[in-house]
């Protein structure tokens, strides 16, 4: 059984900065991909930045230049460094994790946490 725990969501000015983190625990052979995803009210989830086993990155036009992925892989943690918020950033972060089994590889998610920037 593998849970991923997410921390870090909160409410921030516009300007500022906050950062996720998600740790995934229980039975994890390997990680593939991690990244984080958002849903705002009324809105479909949404891919925000992604970071492969290699390390490469890809990140959302509307956060490039401003949120920065990485990951440690030792500790089953992939982490989100948001700066200079903007309003519409507000949504629901979700981490999502592709975790390696012996035959097969799962999606696994995040239980989501609330970010609000206010104007």
């Known amino acids: 059984q593998v849970q991923l725990a997410e921390f870090g969501g909160g409410l921030v000015q516009a300007g500022g900065s906050l950062r996720l983190s998600c740790t995934a625990s229980g039975s994890v052979f390997s990680i593939d991909a991690m990244g984080w995803y958002r849903q705002a009210p009324g809105k479909q989830r949404e891919s925000v930045a992604f970071?492969?086993?290699?390390?490469?990155?890809n990140y959302a036009d509307s956060v490039k230049g401003r949120f920065t992925i990485s990951r440690d892989n030792a500790k089953n943690t992939v982490y989100l460094q948001m700066n200079s918020l903007k309003p519409e950033d507000t949504a629901v972060y979700y981490c999502n994790f592709q975790i390696r089994f012996i035959t097969t590889i799962k999606n696994y998610w995040g239980q989501g946490t609330q970010v609000t920037v206010s104007s």
């Open positions: 970071v492969s086993t290699g390390g490469n990155t």
